[in-house]
């Protein structure tokens, strides 16, 4: 009799031993699941920092790439423009050469005439004028006296009224070489200043050629840092999801024990919900059922009430939720962000018609559907 009051004992304590320890080792994992979580977050975060600072190099970059084409632009018009000055020049060279020559033989002719004056005049020095006289004198009448006057007096007005437009003409040709030099001295003065404005915008190509490289080095070490970290969070997210494949198979080694605490009547256990409840209760929501189906959101929330009402957790939404070891949002930081962020109105609906009475399973536990605990399945949670 006493030997099986002992062995019944014995028995009692290993069964109670070998609970705690796989309570033990539940809580341990799912300390490195929360601690994963973390980790998770942080590169994220970061990755979503790294991304962020590859979109503002991308835009500098894109800044630099528009200026430089402007530039270029730029460029393209003062290279225009100074070919036209250049044809404009070249052609006023040639008015000014031919204005020259034109110049030259105005001289010449001028000179010319001049030395046929002196010659005229020479001769009729040479003759005398008394010899002049005789020649009028010896006109047999008078009307042919008068006709050699006045040729005498036309030959002077002649030579007088040729110098004179000799010189009218000479003047007016140095005027308009004059005047065409100007020009051409202020066409190459527009030119030299284009070439001023060429040299500036060239500088300035090259100093945005030069930036819009460093620009482009940079933004390949960004999308390498960004490349990095999503190699990270994918080796993260991996080994994210060992442990909640062993935290699923420690479950389930431990469901007998689950499911005594699921058979606890708190039917008769009311709970007045605070007037943050709401919120908090939409956030833990949509961290952990974000992207399932409505009914997937209801039985989140049915899970963290159903926790409230029971005797195994904490008495109160705040108090579940934030129970260290049970929500990995917690624990990762992206509930707090969350609450930061705003809560989708969708989620806030959900909470508010759990708080409310609805329900739509009577679990306490649920995780990731991998095919290791057996539940009731709703979307891509398996709730036990």
Known sequence: ??????????????????????????????????????????????????????????????????????????????????????????????????????????????????????????????????????????????????????????????????????????????????????????????????????????????????SLSASSQELSRAQSDVDELEAKIAKMQAYEKELEIKKAKEDAARLEAIKKQEQEDYSSVSYVPQQSDAYLLGAIIECEAGGEPYDGKLAVGSVIMNRVKSSYFPNTISGVIYQSGQFSPVASGRLAYRLQAGVDSTCLAVAQEVLNGKRVTSCLYFCVNNGYIAGTVIGNHVFY
């Open 1 to 210: 009799m006493r030997y099986r009051l002992w062995k019944k004992m014995i028995t009692a304590c290993l069964l109670i031993f070998c609970t705690a320890a796989t309570t033990l080792y539940a809580k341990t994992t799912q300390k490195e699941i929360d601690r994963a979580k973390k980790q998770l977050s942080n590169l994220e975060d970061q990755k979503e920092e790294a991304e962020g600072n590859v979109d503002e190099i991308r835009r500098q970059k894109e800044e630099l790439e528009g200026e430089l084409g402007g530039l270029h632009a730029k460029m393209k018009e003062i290279t225009a423009s100074m070919n036209e000055l250049e044809n404009a020049i070249a052609e006023q060279e040639k008015r000014i050469e031919t204005a020259g020559q034109r110049l030259k033989e105005a001289k010449e002719r001028q000179e010319q005439q001049y030395e046929d004056m002196k010659i005229r005049i020479q001769y009729m020095y040479e003759n005398s004028f008394t010899s002049e006289w005789e020649n009028l004198l010896s006109a047999g009448t008078f009307a042919d006296f008068l006709n050699r006057v006045s040729y005498i007096l036309e030959l002077n007005q002649y030579d007088r009224r040729k110098l004179d437009e000799f010189i009218q003409n000479k003047e007016q040709i140095a005027q308009e070489k004059k005047n065409l030099e100007e020009e051409r001295n202020s066409l190459m003065a527009k030119q030299q200043e284009m070439q001023q404005k060429q040299e500036s915008v060239d500088s300035l190509i090259a100093d945005t050629q030069n």
